[in-house]
């Protein structure tokens, strides 16, 4: 099972789109963004789908709307992830605040976790409505202020039908700039993320290179021309190379002048 991996896998690189596609297919919900996820009741019904029965779902409330409601979601999902011996870490605080590069990382794990399992098959006989329906993520028709958001109630027509009667232009305009920012502001995040990946083994190296012992010799020396190199336009492997190949020289020259004196020595005693 893939528990951990890493944070360049390619699992990281799934789409938020292709995500939201994931979660209301299996689980026949109207996700159209990724923080609606947050509460913890989708990620639970996820495993309830890959490990039928595991999940005690009527503990599992699709109601959740504060964050002490979510955190209870994550506690189910933690000791399920336990009874699974699975070492995910869960960051339940940076969760249940809804930011949507927070949860899309962890649907991204969880995801690649479900498809790891039975190749991501789903079972044929599981009914997602009718798991939810156990406890708390059941579908009530209630009114006032705990009524299940729409994007967690049930989408019995897929894909769910569009809302009757046009949209007014304006406000239609503002949805498709709003997901524009969302996505781009979601691309920003990654692009991030992976800067400070490949800047933190830069400064690995560099610090390789800074150790005493090893800091004169040629190659790290050829290294640290690289690393230094102010000119943006310019590649400097190409001064690093030429650099590596006199020093490299220069070495053989000196260790054929000492074989060449050694044999002089050996002449002038005998």
């Known amino acids: 099972m893939a528990t951990n991996i890493g944070i360049m896998d390619s ?4 789409g938020r789109n ?32 890959t490990f039928p029965g595991v999940v005690p779902m009527h503990k599992v409330n699709f109601d959740a709307k504060n964050e002490y409601d979510m955190i ?13 011996k699975i070492t995910k870490p869960l960051e339940i605080n940076r969760l249940v605040k809804g930011r949507p590069l927070d949860n899309l990382e962890f649907l991204q794990w969880l995801k690649r976790f479900c498809d790891s399992i039975n190749g991501g098959i789903m079972n044929e006989n ?8 156990k406890g708390g993520g059941k ?11 729409k994007s967690l109630q049930t989408n019995n027509n897929h894909p769910a039908p569009p809302n009757p009667g046009p949209k007014p232009a304006k406000s239609a305009q503002v949805q498709v700039l709003s997901k524009e920012i969302a996505d781009l502001k979601i691309s920003f995040d990654l692009l991030e993320r992976e800067r400070d990946f490949y ?34 336009n310019e590649s400097a492997l190409e001064d690093a ?21 050694e044999e002089e020595e050996e002449k002038t005693q005998s």
């Open 11 to 14: 699992a990281y690189f799934v």
């Open 18 to 49: 292709e995500i939201l596609s994931w979660i209301n297919d299996r689980l026949h919900l109207n996700l159209s963004r990724i923080e609606e996820a947050a509460s913890g009741a989708v990620q639970c019904q996820m495993l309830d789908v």
């Open 72 to 84: 209870q979601n994550y506690k189910v999902l933690q000791d399920v992830f336990n009874k699974l």
């Open 126 to 133: 599981y009914n997602p409505v009718e798991r939810r329906s």
């Open 139 to 149: 579908e009530r028709s209630v009114k006032g202020p705990n009524k299940m958001p």
């Open 199 to 232: 800047f933190s083994k830069l400064r690995d190296v560099e610090l390789l290179c800074q150790t005493p012992e090893v800091e004169d010799l040629p190659i790290v020396v050829a290294v640290k021309k690289i690393l230094y190199a102010t000119d943006a």
């Open 241 to 261: 190379q030429e650099y590596l190949d006199q020093s490299l020289s220069v070495e053989v020259e000196d260790e054929g002048n000492g074989e060449q004196e």
